[in-house]
């Protein structure tokens, strides 16, 4: 059974950082290209980075370039996305997905 669960989500002040972690289990990790998304209130849920499965190419939405760097650990089935500078509008959920499979989100607070 597929599962992905992101984890690192919480309340953070604006030019703060968090870190977001997405453990994945019942698929071959390492071979799939594994996105962050987020969807923030009111909103649909928008593209923010990927990650290649083999030579771990990333890909980044402008809005947060520059700003947040995604990476993987093949070892530990584990995606991760450090997020940096934060702003209110990164305010969000953001979800883990590979292929069809979705996490089932975590919860980004950008606030003073």
């Known amino acids: 059974q597929v599962q992905l669960v992101e984890s690192g989500g919480g309340l953070v002040q604006p030019g703060g950082s968090l870190s977001l972690s997405c453990a994945a289990s019942?698929?071959?990790?390492?071979?799939?290209?594994m996105n962050w998304y987020r969807q923030a209130p009111g909103k649909e849920r928008e593209f923010v980075a990927s990650?290649?499965?083999?030579?771990?190419?990333?890909n980044y939405a402008d809005p947060v370039k520059g700003r947040f760097t995604i990476s993987r650990d093949n070892a530990k089935n584990t995606v991760y996305l450090q997020m940096n500078s934060l702003k209110p509008e990164d305010t969000a959920v953001y979800y883990c997905?590979?292929?069809?499979?979705w996490g089932q989100g975590t919860q980004v607070t950008v606030s003073s």
């Open positions: 990650i290649s499965a083999i030579s771990s190419t990333t």
């Open positions: 019942g698929f071959t990790f390492s071979t799939y290209r």
């Open positions: 997905q590979a292929a069809a499979y």
